[in-house]
Nanobody, 130 residues
Framework: QLQLVESGGGLVQPGGSLRLSCAAS????????IGWFRQVPGKEREGISC????????AYTESVKGRFTISRDNAKSTVYLQMNRLKPEDTAVYYC???????????????????????WGQGTQVTVSS
C-alpha cells in the first residue's frame, strides 16, 4: 500500500531553516513525481515545489524560489524540502504527494494540475515565529 510520511516540521525563528522529509513506502519512489504543498487554515492548499521521478526536473512557486530546494534520494525512498530564510508567511501544514502523471514538472505551477497528485501524506506543521 502506497504511503507517504512527512517529518521535520517544527517551530523556527524568522530567517531560520528547516529540512522536511517525505518518506515513501509500499511503492517504487523512482516512478513517481513528488510535490510539496502547504495549507493554512481557511485557505486553499498551495503547490510549492515539484520534483520529477528522475530528479532532473524541478519547479517552485514564486514565493519560495531561491529559498527552498527540493531533492530526492530514490535509493532511500525519500524526498526532501530544504527551506532556508524562512518567513512568518511560510507558516502552514506541509504535505507531500505523489503522481505518476509527470515525467517533468513544467506544468506544476498551474493549480489545475494539482489534482494529478492523488496520494498524500498526513502533513507536518511548520511554524515560523519569533
Amino acid at each position: 500500500q502506497l504511503q507517504l510520511v512527512e517529518s521535520g516540521g517544527g517551530l523556527v525563528q524568522p530567517g531560520g531553516s528547516l529540512r522536511l522529509s517525505c518518506a515513501a513506502s509500499g511503492f517504487t519512489l523512482g516512478t513517481y513525481a513528488i510535490g510539496w504543498f502547504r495549507q493554512v487554515p481557511g485557505k486553499e492548499r498551495e503547490g510549492i515545489s515539484c520534483i520529477s521521478p528522475s530528479g532532473g526536473s524541478t519547479a517552485y512557486t514564486e514565493s519560495v524560489k531561491g529559498r527552498f530546494t527540493i531533492s530526492r534520494d530514490n535509493a532511500k525512498s525519500t524526498v526532501y524540502l530544504q527551506m532556508n530564510r524562512l518567513k512568518p508567511e511560510d507558516t502552514a501544514v506541509y504535505y507531500c504527494a505523489a503522481t505518476t502523471d509527470y515525467y517533468y514538472c513544467s506544468d506544476f505551477r498551474r493549480p489545475s494540475e494539482w489534482v494529478r497528485f492523488r496520494s498524500w501524506g498526513q502533513g507536518t506543521q511548520v511554524t515560523v515565529s519569533s
